[in-house]
């Protein structure tokens, strides 16, 4: 389930106050963990009061995980627009688009994923995310292959599409390097390039009819 991201706040010194809040939970996460970091810690580093924290983002799991829905949005955009022929490439494109944005954001300060992943608060908080990325690529992968989503060779495709990326994650936690997470994400994709090909043929198992428009 998709969460919230606190209440609407228009104008330029609105999103001035987000990216402070976001800057500071990030340096926050990375240099004392997250279980440790208060929303309250957050906001006094960010020059703001507790409260003006949660008008931004109703829980802290919300900061940790904010570029990670932005990433989610642009994953689902590839999805509907990919002219790829094979579904193979479909799911590739829309992972590396995914997996870019994540290595930008950590090359860059804003996300402190590599530092916090072994906790098991912040995992969970992407955990979240991934999941919904899955719901995400089932759907459009049983669209395109005009199956069901409830088809046993679509879900198995998705899963395994999404298992990659954590794969390629967990190795890049390891070695606190995020310039290999698109070529391990790459190479992963391109394994499963047989199990992408089945989805061409008729189902092997039964899983119901295609998905109503």
Request: proline share 3%; aromatic share 6%.
């Amino acid at each position: 389930m998709e969460g919230k991201t606190g209440v609407e706040v228009g104008g330029r010194k609105s999103e001035m106050t987000r990216q402070r809040l976001l800057v500071a939970a990030h340096h926050r996460f990375r240099t004392h963990g997250y279980v440790a970091t208060t929303a309250a810690a957050i906001a006094e580093d960010a020059g703001v009061t507790e409260r003006t924290f949660f008008r931004y983002f109703p829980a802290k799991s919300d900061v940790l995980v904010d570029d990670w829905r932005v990433r989610r949005k642009l994953l689902k955009d590839v999805l509907a627009t990919s002219d790829a022929p094979e579904l193979l490439e479909v799911a590739r494109a829309a992972m590396r688009e995914f997996t870019d944005h994540l290595r930008a954001s950590i090359e860059a300060g804003r996300d402190s994923v590599l530092r916090v992943l072994n906790e098991r608060e912040a995992s969970a908080a992407v955990l979240e995310v991934l999941l919904a990325v899955e719901h995400d690529l089932t759907k459009e992968l049983a669209r395109r292959a005009g199956r069901s989503s409830e088809d046993f060779e679509v879900r198995l495709a998705a899963y395994a599409t999404v298992g990659v990326f954590r794969a390629a994650l967990r190795a890049v936690v390891a070695l606190g390097m995020a310039s290999y997470i698109t070529a391990l994400v790459d190479d992963g994709m391109e394994r499963l390039r047989p199990l992408y090909a089945g989805l061409d043929r008729a189902p092997s198992r039964p899983g119901g009819r295609p998905d109503t428009p």
